[in-house]
Structure formats: structure tokens, C-alpha cells
């Protein structure tokens, strides 16, 4: 089975797009005129991302659910697999970090949190949505990694997103020749509550970058890297 690229009318489920890049990715998607699930931690932090989707003349829904909690996640998950029946694109964005110190004083829980938001969560939302995907002949998975290089003093940040880099990668060479493709983006240093005041670039160059990824036909590229920053004066 083969697609044009085209995501019209299609269904997207993106974590974490309450504000920032996961904003933006639901707009750029909405733009193609992809429906939106808007996920955020609490649903009323979902409202205004929901409202500018639906001037695109899209379908949109929101969820929520603590991804630091594997018991809500799983209840996000079910309650889209219930209304929906699975997606057909799923944007794993969320992620969350610590304020910097040294690597030595992480406590073992503040690893842990990481790790479950940034890492776990995402392994559980692509085992419940992959097969849905790969049973249709068609999907994208997209997983948000970062930049970041020689920061000790966000070890655990680090740390999680090399874990999203490797599981990537397998998971999209298992899925080869299924119509499901699997990457990565990096979204460039952005001015983003997560970035900073300071980060080199305006959020909303992620686009058209973000979306880059979801507009391949099923014979494009998996297990790559996408740079948002190298697509940024393209329309």
C-alpha cells in the first residue's frame, strides 16, 4: 500500500501540545489538514491549542494524562483507542527536564520521573498505536530528541533523550516495509519554557521542519533524523 504524502483527513495524536513545539507541531499538522488529538497534562491547559487547530477547519479532540504516571498514560491510550480506534500519526513531544546541577546530585527519583515522561510513556504509547498503524498499512511515528552534548549538568535530560534516539531507530527497522515510518526531530535550541529565554532560535521555527517527517510517502525515509532548523527558510 502506498500513500501520496497527502495527511488530509487523517489522525494525529500529539503529546505534550498544550503550549511551545507541541503547539506548533499541531498547527503544522492542522495546516494540512491532519485532525488533531491535542493531548496535555490537564485538559483545560488544552483549550487554547484546540480552539487556533479548529480555525484550520480540522476535527480536533483533546486528552489528558500525567505521562510521569504509567496508570494515566495507559488511560490516555485506552481513551483514544476507544473513541478512535488508534491514529495515524502519533507525535511524541513531550518531555520534560531538570534544572541543571551536578551529576552526582540527581536523586534516583528525579531519574526516574525523567525517564518515565520522557522515555517510558513514549515506548507505551508506540506499542499500543504502532499495530493499529501497521494492520491499516499506514503510519508515522515521530519522536522529539535534542541537541543536547557534554552537558553533565542535565545528565538525566541527556540521558533519556539517547535512550528515545536508540529505541527509535529499532523500532523503525522493525517496522520496515509496513508503511510505517519511524523518526526522529530534532527541533533546534528553541525559546521555549523548556529552552529558555536565551535559546537561539523563535519557536516557531520548527516549522515547516516538524512536519517534514509525516509528509513522506510510505516509501520515504525511517530510522533518520529530521533537523527543524534546516528546513526553517523553506515553505
Not at 491510550?77 to 491514529?87: E, M, P, Y
Not at 551529576?103 to 508506540?126: D, P, R, T
Not at 510517502?217 to 533518520?224: A, I, L, P
Amino acid at each position: 500500500m502506498t500513500s501520496s504524502g497527502s495527511i488530509n483527513g487523517k489522525w494525529a495524536l500529539v503529546t505534550g501540545a498544550s503550549r511551545g513545539i507541541g503547539r506548533q507541531i499541531a498547527l503544522g499538522l492542522a495546516g494540512q489538514g491532519c485532525n488533531v488529538i491535542v493531548h496535555a497534562r490537564k485538559l483545560e491547559h488544552a483549550a487554547d491549542t484546540v480552539a487556533m487547530v479548529q480555525r484550520y477547519g480540522v476535527h480536533t479532540h483533546s486528552v489528558e494524562g500525567d505521562l510521569s504516571s504509567p496508570e494515566e498514560t495507559n488511560r490516555l491510550i485506552q481513551s483514544v483507542l476507544i473513541r478512535f480506534d488508534g491514529v495515524d500519526i502519533l507525535y511524541n513531544n513531550a518531555a520534560i527536564s531538570t534544572p541543571p546541577k551536578p551529576i552526582g546530585e540527581f536523586a534516583q527519583e528525579e531519574w526516574k520521573k525523567l525517564f518515565q515522561v520522557n522515555f517510558y510513556s513514549l515506548i507505551m504509547l508506540c506499542n499500543a498505536f504502532a499495530p493499529g498503524m501497521v494492520k491499516q498499512g499506514y503510519g508515522r511515528i515521530v519522536n522529539l530528541t535534542s541537541g543536547i552534548r557534554d552537558q553533565p549538568e542535565l545528565a538525566p535530560y541527556g540521558a533519556s533523550k539517547a535512550a528515545v534516539d536508540k529505541y527509535t531507530q529499532d523500532l523503525a527497522y522493525s517496522l520496515l516495509d509496513t508503511g510505517v515510518l519511524v523518526n526522529r526531530l530534532d527541533p533546534g535550541w528553541l525559546r521555549t519554557e523548556l529552552g529558555g529565554s536565551g535559546a537561539d532560535n523563535h519557536v516557531n521555527t520548527v516549522l515547516p521542519g516538524a512536519i517534514m517527517p509525516i509528509l513522506q510517502n510510505n516509501d520515504g525515509m525511517t530510522g533518520r533524523l529530521f533537523r527543524a532548523q534546516d528546513y526553517r527558510d523553506t515553505i
